[in-house]
T-cell receptor, first 116, second 113 residues
Framework: KAGVTQTPRYLIKTRGQQVTLSCSPISGHRSVSWYQQTPGQGLQFLFEYFSETQRNKGNFPGRFSGRQFSNSRSEMNVSTLELGDSALYLC???????????????FGQGTRLTVV | KQEVTQIPAALSVPEGENLVLNCSFTDSAIYNLQWFRQDPGKGLTSLLLIQSSQREQTSGRLNASLDKSSGRSTLYIAASQPGDSATYLCAAKGDSGNTPLVFGKGTRLSVIA
């Protein structure tokens, strides 16, 4: 069974540009969450999508946005990049079942974004 | 607002030693707690998930416990090996289940051969 796949693995962008990151969840998982990881702040929640709807949103500026497609694949977009957006962006998927509720989260390898 | 703390931030032990990593959380109304391992520059690997109704979970040399009343979880690693060297993160999910994971900043473990 394939794990969570994030593409691309590495990105270098210039300040002011925009970027789109992609996440393909484990087959059957309909919940996808995004996190930003930096050395200073650790892992911070960006947003979560379930069945194409945003269920939760973290405390990030509107430059950060996301969406989920009908096949559960998700993308996040960052517009007008700033130097401080340099980070490892991690995506997680989990299974929501009526019987067991939300099960464990599985993470991808992340996308390393460097803004210069 | 849930806050998760992991102490110590870094730990170095000789190979073969048994060790305990600590995780504390401020809001005891959790849905589950999950332990992860992260190797440098990599994603997170799920180690153990403890549901709020459980007291502990075991997988191989790993044992995680949960005490909601005291707001604490521990990860016990038996007979540590150099391959266990990594950063260990714990994350708590709020009790509605419809809330994000809140992460601690991790404990960086070095196992010296």
């Amino acid at each position: 069974k394939a794990g969570v796949t994030q593409t691309p693995r590495y990105l270098i962008k210039t300040r002011g540009q925009q970027v789109t990151l992609s996440c393909s969840p484990i087959s059957g998982h309909r919940s996808v969450s995004w996190y930003q990881q930096t050395p200073g702040q650790g892992l911070q929640f960006l947003f979560e999508y379930f069945s194409e709807t945003q269920r939760n949103k973290g405390n990030f500026p509107g430059r950060f946005s996301g969406r989920q497609f009908s096949n559960s694949r998700s993308e996040m977009n960052v517009s007008t990049l700033e130097l401080g957006d340099s980070a490892l962006y991690l995506c997680a998927s989990s299974l929501i079942s009526l019987l067991r509720g939300e099960t464990e989260a599985f993470f991808g390898q992340g996308t390393r974004l460097t803004v210069v | 607002k849930q806050e998760v703390t992991q102490i110590p931030a870094a730990l170095s032990v000789p190979e073969g030693e048994n060790l305990v990593l600590n995780c504390s959380f401020t809001d005891s109304a959790i849905y589950n707690l999950q332990w992860f391992r992260q190797d440098p520059g990599k994603g997170l690997t799920s180690l153990l998930l403890i549901q709020s109704s459980q007291r502990e979970q075991t997988s191989g040399r790993l044992n995680a416990s949960l005490d909601k009343s005291s707001g604490r979880s521990t990860l016990y690693i038996a007979a540590s090996q150099p391959g266990d060297s990594a950063t260990y993160l714990c994350a708590a999910k709020g009790d509605s289940g419809n809330t994000p994971l809140v992460f601690g900043k991790g404990t960086r473990l070095s196992v010296i051969a």
